[in-house]
């Protein structure tokens, strides 16, 4: 119905405009040209409508680059591994570390797992610092970086949550919780790394430093594991897993991709921005 | 002036036989023969052993009430028809005995130990009971004349382990035992005295896994351990470290109390002689880090984490320990907070 009141319309005013351009009226035949031709140019319009409308239904955004998933993976990879071998090492005197040493593996198996766990993470180290020299990663890391308004984010989150405000704060790419998690893991990989280092290779170490910093080095490294893996279980799990918008999993993180309704929900200003640069793209 | 001599002998032979006669039914076996101290028998031509049992020791054992016949149990006629069964205290000091013979397992235990095989093959040099205890003058491992008794047990070892014996006695252990600090280790402590076995076997008190539970009967004991002015938190911090750890689930190679403190001549850390002297250390872990130097001696070395004293290393303790507590009380708030936050706007966008 509208359609047609729609086509009607559009007729009319083109008959119009051309009858005032001819300065005569227009003939019957003239007519049904104008007429089929609007009706041809607005069938295409409805259907590239519909299209689009299909489209954005199951749109999907890619949030993580192929190695940026990989990264993560092997980083869980030896995160496990090193959270398995670690803690029965801390919690040496509790019975699950014994029935471990005693008949799973032997404390030597134990410490050689750990090593090549220590490796990994390691490695994913030394690979992250290198793909953020890529164009890639050069931008991920300006997005990373702390800012005042994550601050501010954090407290209207908050508001939010209590009830006291009704409006959400608007993300980015990385909201604050995310860069909070980020930089966490960085300094902490930090630690892990040079004091396993250290302890791993104690022979060598034993010849430079004194023994309370073998002390210390052993502290901040059962100290900063246990609170790595606290974190994880709690922090990391509920926004990953437990958090009812992603129940039971979050996927992004292994296939890179976003739906577009988190997206909109969770980094309404990337994706706010992503628009932008795709009408400008489309503009060009 | 003869006569009134002989007289006299055979009254007092006379009246001590009477005497014996009377009360002790040993009395014939003593009269006739074992009370003569130069009655011996020669065992090889030329070798002889005495035969001779001194009857006031004997009396004063803790087997005075025990007749000579209960234990030399074939000796039925005197003089013997022939020559009275080798006999041996496990006879009647076993598990089970009526006649209620004191008993731990220990003495049983005896025959697999060190010294039981080196007497079952043969050795002459091995002691068997007899080498400790003495045969007829047993007394109670109480009794401070007695050879088992704790500040004896050293001499009674040394007589045969003679260098180990001088060495002991310079160590700390040895010095406090002559001074009269019964509470020191002696052979015993560390080696047991029946079940004594060589170190590279499981049921040793000194096998590397068994070596720190060892001190700890007395280095973890606070009563002892303070009464001495000696910290007690070396076994703990020991069991903590990861020397311990590694040698509680089987690295054997891992360092024990004794890899560092040496064993029979174990001296203070204050002592310049002593491996743990500062400007030794270096060589000692050196036995087992060849690149240590003398780094090693900066910074106390048993030490608890989350003990005070423990300086530098327990702020940092302490540090991690706020740490945790703050971040994860934190991490659950919020998540709490969080899961509040969308049931609350869950209910509301329902309603309206």
Redesign the interface.
């Known amino acids: 119905m509208a359609e047609s009141v729609n086509e009607e319309r559009l007729t009319q005013e083109l008959r119009h405009e051309l009858e005032q351009e001819l300065d005569r009226p227009l003939d019957e035949a003239e007519l049904q040209r104008v007429r089929e031709l609007v009706r041809a140019q607005l069938r295409k319009e409805l259907a590239a409508k519909r299209r689009r409308e299909a489209a954005t239904e199951e749109e999907y955004f890619v949030r993580f680059s192929r190695n940026f998933c990989l990264q993560h993976l092997v980083l869980a990879i030896s995160v496990i591994l090193l959270a398995i071998t670690g803690l029965p090492?801390k919690f040496?005197d509790s019975a699950w570390a014994e029935f471990l040493?005693?008949h799973i593996w032997?404390?030597?198996t134990n410490r050689l797992l750990h090593r090549v766990g220590a490796s990994l993470l390691m490695l994913v180290a030394v690979w992250h610092i290198g793909w953020l020299m890529t164009r890639e990663g050069r931008r991920d890391i300006r997005e990373l970086l702390p800012r005042v308004k994550d601050f501010w984010d954090f407290v209207a989150h908050?508001k939010?949550?209590?009830?006291i405000s009704a409006e959400r704060p608007k993300f980015g790419r990385y909201s604050y919780s995310e860069k909070f998690e980020y930089w966490a893991l960085v300094w902490g990989t930090a630690v892990m790394v040079l004091t396993g280092l250290m302890?791993w290779f104690?022979?060598?170490a034993?010849?430079?430093?004194?023994?309370?910093?073998f002390?210390?080095a052993?502290?901040?490294h059962?100290?900063?594991a246990?609170?790595a893996i606290?974190?994880l279980i709690?922090?990391h799990m509920?926004h990953a897993h437990f958090?009812?918008d992603v129940f039971p999993i979050n996927m992004t993180i292994f296939t890179g991709k976003i739906s577009k309704k988190r997206m909109i929900e969770e980094h309404p200003l990337e994706y706010e921005q992503i628009m932008r640069e795709r009408a400008e793209a489309e503009q060009q | 002036m003869r006569k009134i001599i002989a007289l006299w002998v055979a009254s007092v032979v006379l009246l001590s036989w009477l005497g014996y006669g009377q009360r002790d039914p040993n009395a014939r076996c003593l009269l006739e023969c074992h009370a003569n101290p130069n009655l011996k028998r020669e065992v090889a031509p030329g070798q002889f052993k005495s035969l001779y049992v001194d009857y006031d020791q004997f009396k004063a054992s803790v087997h005075k009430d025990k007749l000579c016949i209960e234990c030399h149990t074939d000796v039925t006629v005197i003089p013997h028809q022939r020559r009275p069964d080798q006999i041996h205290c496990l006879q009647c000091h076993y598990r089970g005995n009526v006649v209620g013979a004191p008993v731990s397992e220990r003495p049983e235990r005896y025959k697999e130990s060190v010294h039981g095989k080196a007497v079952e093959r043969g050795d002459p040099n091995a002691p068997d009971c007899k080498h400790c205890h003495t045969v007829h003058a047993v007394r109670a491992h109480t009794d401070p004349r007695s050879p088992v008794y704790r500040a004896n047990i050293p001499k009674t070892c040394g007589s045969c382990h003679i260098e180990i014996y001088t060495e002991y006695l310079e160590s700390v252990h040895g010095q406090a035992l002559q001074k009269g600090v019964l509470e020191a280790a002696v052979c015993s402590d560390c080696h047991q005295e029946h079940d004594l076995f060589p170190p590279d076997d499981p049921r040793s008190s000194l096998h590397p896994q068994s070596v720190a539970n060892t001190c700890a009967r007395c280095h973890a004991d606070v009563k002892i351990m303070e009464r001495r002015g000696v910290p007690i938190k070396q076994v703990e911090a020991f069991k903590k470290s990861?020397h311990g750890?590694?040698i509680?689930?089987?690295?054997l190679k891992s360092a024990n109390c004794i890899s560092c403190h040496e064993y029979h001549k174990i001296l203070s850390s204050r002592d310049p002689r002593s491996p743990i002297h500062p400007l030794n250390l270096a060589q000692t872990?050196g036995q087992c880090?060849?690149?240590?130097?003398s780094?090693?001696?900066?910074?106390?070395?048993h030490?608890i984490?989350s003990d005070p004293d423990?300086?530098?290393?327990f702020w940092?303790?302490e540090?991690?320990?706020w740490?945790?507590i703050v971040?994860?009380s934190f991490?659950?708030l919020?998540?709490a907070?969080?899961?509040?936050?969308?049931w609350?706007h869950a209910g509301r966008s329902s309603h309206g």
């Open positions: 090492i040496h040493f005693r032997s404390l030597e908050v939010f949550m209590l009830g302890l104690h022979g060598i034993l010849a430079y430093f004194p023994k309370y910093i002390d210390i052993l502290q901040a059962s100290g900063e246990l609170l606290l974190a709690t922090w509920y958090n009812p | 990861f750890i590694a509680e689930f089987g690295v872990c880090h060849p690149n240590a130097s780094n090693v001696a900066r910074g106390r070395f030490i984490p423990a300086g530098i290393v940092v303790y540090f991690y320990r740490l945790i971040m994860t991490f659950i919020y998540i907070l969080d899961l509040y936050g969308r609350r």
